[in-house]
């Protein structure tokens, strides 16, 4: 019960913003110049950007965990950093197809996403933190697998959705396929014989997503 306390608080905090003090006063352009002079120690790009929300350096949306960032600072010497965090929901016929929904995230993916937002928030800050105090920080390195990317299709799930929704284009919208999904949705899976082909593809396995990879029984 406790973890699960914990992890229910570390959840609802995990995109609120990070603050933290310098001890010599900068401007926004210094401390965007200093930065900018590690910029390959951060995995998206930035500049400063003015405005309704002031002057602030802003770092450009992560796109798999859908955060940008922005840093602001107050009297010189205070440093706050702003998670702006955007839902990419999406829903036909009541049931949630966006990219990050269960159907394409699983329960799992759902409930962590907080949490790996949070991760990547505070690797951002500890960064910026590093830089500001003159310490090393090594060039950002990409990892085998990101954070937050969709997880593998379920040859499975896409062909009993076919089968069952395969006329609305739920199992299109599963694959990333959002535009002929919608496609299928006001035309019966294009008149049925859209559907009928896609069908035979899955079980065949020449079916492909979004990204043009095969759908393969496992």
């Given at each position: 019960?406790?973890?699960?306390?914990?992890?229910?608080?570390?959840?609802?905090?995990?995109?609120?913003?990070?603050?933290?003090?310098?001890?010599?006063?900068?401007?926004?352009?210094?401390?965007?110049?200093?930065?900018?002079?590690?910029?390959?120690?951060?995995?998206?790009?930035?500049?400063?950007k003015?405005?309704?929300?002031?002057?602030?350096?802003?770092?450009?949306?992560?796109?798999?965990?859908?955060?940008?960032?922005?840093?602001?600072?107050k009297?010189?010497?205070?440093?706050?950093?702003?998670?702006?965090?955007?839902?990419?929901?999406a829903?036909?016929?009541g049931?949630?197809?966006?990219?990050?929904?269960?159907?394409?995230?699983?329960?799992?993916?759902?409930?962590?996403?907080?949490?790996?937002?949070?991760?990547?928030?505070?690797?951002?800050?500890?960064?910026?933190?590093?830089?500001?105090?003159?310490?090393?920080?090594?060039?950002?390195?990409?990892?085998?697998?990101?954070?937050g990317?969709?997880?593998?299709?379920?040859?499975?799930?896409?062909?009993?959705l076919?089968?069952?929704?395969?006329?609305?284009?739920?199992?299109?919208?599963?694959?990333?396929?959002?535009?002929?999904?919608?496609?299928?949705?006001?035309?019966?899976?294009?008149?049925?014989?859209?559907?009928?082909?896609?069908?035979?593809?899955?079980?065949t396995?020449?079916?492909?997503?979004?990204?043009?990879?095969?759908?393969?029984?496992?």
């Amino acid at each position: 019960m406790a973890n699960l306390t914990g992890n229910l608080k570390d959840s609802m905090t995990a995109t609120f913003p990070r603050e933290f003090d310098i001890p010599n006063p900068m401007t926004i352009q210094e401390i965007y110049d200093k930065i900018n002079a590690r910029a390959a120690a951060f995995q998206m790009p930035f500049s400063v950007k003015g405005g309704i929300p002031g002057e602030r350096v802003v770092f450009e949306k992560e796109p798999n965990l859908d955060v940008t960032i922005w840093l602001h600072v107050k009297d010189g010497t205070h440093i706050k950093i702003t998670p702006v965090t955007q839902d990419s929901s999406a829903t036909i016929n009541g049931i949630d197809v966006g990219k990050n929904s269960v159907m394409r995230k699983g329960v799992k993916g759902v409930a962590s996403r907080p949490l790996l937002q949070g991760q990547y928030i505070d690797g951002v800050t500890d960064t910026i933190k590093k830089i500001l105090a003159d310490e090393t920080v090594p060039d950002y390195v990409a990892p085998a697998v990101m954070p937050g990317a969709d997880k593998p299709l379920s040859w499975l799930t896409l062909l009993l959705l076919c089968i069952f929704v395969g006329g609305a284009g739920i199992h299109r919208f599963y694959a990333g396929k959002i535009g002929t999904g919608i496609l299928y949705l006001f035309t019966g899976g294009l008149f049925g014989i859209g559907w009928l082909i896609d069908l035979v593809k899955i079980a065949t396995g020449k079916f492909t997503d979004k990204n043009g990879n095969v759908v393969q029984k496992a």
